[in-house]
């Protein structure tokens, strides 16, 4: 079996290392961090059996020119990369879990809410280039959260801010009414979060139904005073009027971890002192790493029974 493992964070961990060569001692990982473009994804994944992918785009060329791919293994929770009804098409099996990374994304989600309210993000910048600013920001035990996609990820947030008290706005394409009941959250429109939240924070795919959910109409709508988080995935906000709207007082500020590009090379819009911007590490924290990465290993070796 030829096994190729094409992300990089997968290929450096040592833990995970040791697990795929015990199962798979002629594995072949991304040990030299290489973020591959399409070209390059084709030749190096060319003659695999199997592969085990993160962010990489397994499109109809890519999956067209690997003729021996019996299955891919996600290293993530996202499958908006691949192309199911292709791999479908192509009697290709996809191994994936869901949910493995939650807590970790949760987590930050609540980071980002936490550095906005106490205004920790801006005053600890301000205090660097020598400005004392004792705005200590509000508190955000009592606010109104608002979560788009009461998901994995969203039930998780969802328990990590029961210790707040905030009221909790929830809007999702599934009915989850028990749910909702149980743990005393408040189903609205998108467009009632927007108005209402002081912070929004998004936990859906990125696919047609969402591209470019998040536009400037939609900001002008929310409070001058509200911020807005994305730990989900690129696209989902338009960028240029994120932008527009922080440089413009529209909003009070916003947490991205994902982006379009990546890594995004609008300085511009990075450099915003109002815009907490971080590495797509959502889902990277230590346990959640390698939380994915055995997940991956184990369709693998479940496949190949």
Not at 162 to 180: A, R, S, T
Not at 245 to 253: E, K
Request: overall charge negative.
């Amino acid at each position: 079996m030829n096994i190729v493992a094409t992300s990089p964070s997968f290929s450096k961990n040592k833990i995970l290392q040791k697990e795929i060569y015990t199962h798979f001692p002629n594995a072949k990982l991304n040990l030299e961090g290489k973020r591959f473009n399409q070209d390059e994804l084709i030749e190096y994944i060319k003659d695999a059996d199997a592969i085990i992918v993160g962010l990489e785009p397994i499109n109809q060329e890519v999956l067209d020119s690997s003729p021996n791919l019996k299955i891919i293994s996600k290293y993530g929770v996202g499958l908006n990369n691949i192309d199911l009804d292709a791999c479908k098409s192509l009697d290709i099996a996809i191994g994936w879990t869901g949910g493995v990374n939650r807590l970790s994304v949760a987590e930050m989600a609540l980071g980002f809410m936490l550095m906005f309210s106490r205004n920790l993000f801006m005053t600890s910048n301000e205090l660097k280039r020598g400005t004392w600013n004792k705005a200590g920001g509000f508190q955000l035990s009592g606010k109104t959260v608002g979560i788009i996609g009461c998901g994995f990820i969203g039930k998780e947030l969802v328990r990590l801010l029961k210790p707040f008290g905030c009221k909790i706005l929830v809007n999702d394409i599934i009915n989850q009414d028990e749910y909702y009941k149980k743990e005393g959250l408040i189903e609205v429109t998108k467009n009632e979060l927007y108005q209402e939240s002081d912070i929004v924070t998004i936990h859906t795919p990125h696919n047609e139904t969402t591209d470019n959910m998040v536009t400037l109409d939609i900001l002008k709508s929310m409070k001058e005073s509200a911020y807005i988080l994305n730990t989900a995935r690129g696209g989902i906000i338009n960028e240029q009027d994120l932008k527009y709207a922080l440089q413009n007082g529209i909003i009070a500020g916003a947490g991205i971890d994902a982006y379009i590009e990546e890594p995004p090379t609008d300085r511009e819009f990075i450099a915003l002192p109002n815009l907490i911007c971080t590495p797509h590490i959502g889902g990277n924290a230590k346990e959640a790493v390698e939380a994915m990465g055995m997940s991956a290993i184990k369709h693998l070796v479940e496949f190949y029974k």
